[in-house]
């Protein structure tokens, strides 16, 4: 069966920031979950050698993110715990909880304009008076990437990164800003430095995943939306973008039951049912026909 793909982009606050919106080669629409924008390739048609589909552009406020080794690049590159010179110069931090970094998340999402701005300006006077504080730095990192600053923000990651290199926080918010300017790989190895210092965070795996589909990644991306739904069971972005990755290399059942859970969870999904499953996502996907049992044989 030939199917089309636009490819959604979710959960940013700075996850949370991100907002589901998918776009095919040939036309733009936005995906149906709470992140952002990105485009999705179109499958190939039945019994034709797989080609690569155009990766989802992503577009609206930042996330955080992690890595994986098919970006090039190895979890075990991410700085290590022990504290180096310069963190001593900050006051250690014990970052919070992964729901309770969600919460921040949502709530910092709702904002206004103008509230992005006073944290702003708040943090400049915080990075004034103290110029190592990473505190300080990281949230006038957030403020400018909530402003769509993304150029600007990524110095601030990196100076508050050297101050406190184990804050999954920095990492998770720094991974969304290269997110957002297609910075994929780089994305990814930050996601990846997020989950290693709070492994219980489903949004950097949404990150990473979302990171993935961008390079074409699909199958790869699965296994990070399936750890995400696994903290998750009610992630609707998860889901609707595991089923579309599945709907990328052809598993059409596996793509139909996603993307019917998406849209329980959240109606909009049923955009992405239809457009990525087919027949108006009314008529069931039928497995593969099994060979027919034999017939008893006649009695005499």
């Known amino acids: 069966m030939k199917s089309c793909f636009r490819t959604p982009l979710a959960a940013l606050g700075l996850l949370a920031f991100l907002t589901n919106c998918a776009t095919t080669t040939s036309e733009k629409e936005k995906p149906t979950t709470m ?15 797989p080609e690569p589909t155009p990766p ?36 250690v931090v014990v970052p919070p909880s992964a729901a309770a970094a969600s919460a921040e998340r949502v ?17 400049e006077a915080a990075v004034k008076a103290n110029p190592k504080s990473a505190t300080a730095l990281l949230q006038r990192a957030k403020a400018k990437s909530y402003l769509k600053q993304y150029s600007e923000a990524m110095p601030d990651y990196t100076a508050a990164l050297r101050y406190q290199r184990t804050n999954p926080d920095i990492y998770y918010n720094r991974g969304v800003n290269h997110l957002m300017t297609k910075q994929y790989k780089s994305a990814i190895a930050d996601f990846a430095g997020a989950l290693k210092f709070r492994p219980d965070d489903k949004e950097s795996f949404f990150g990473r995943g979302v990171a993935k589909m961008q390079m074409y990644q699909y199958k790869s991306a699965v296994v990070d939306f399936t750890k995400a739904i696994e903290l998750d069971s009610d992630y609707a972005d998860a889901w609707e973008y595991r089923g579309i990755c599945y709907a990328s290399f052809g598993k059409m059942v596996d793509a139909r039951r996603d993307l019917e859970r998406a849209t329980q969870l959240n109606p909009d999904a049923a955009k992405s049912l239809r457009k990525y499953v087919g027949n108006e996502g009314k008529q069931p996907v039928k497995a593969p026909a099994g060979k027919a049992a034999p017939r008893p044989a006649a009695k005499r």
């Open 56 to 91: 989802p552009t992503v577009t609206g406020a930042p996330i955080d993110a992690s890595l994986t080794e098919d970006a090039g690049t190895s979890v075990a590159a991410i700085p290590d715990a022990a504290p180096s010179a310069a963190t001593t110069a900050e006051e």
């Open 35 to 49: 992140s952002q924008p990105m485009a999705a390739p179109t499958a190939p048609a039945p019994d034709a050698s």
């Open 107 to 123: 709530k910092e999402k709702k904002m206004s304009t103008a509230e992005y701005r006073t944290m702003l300006a708040s943090a």
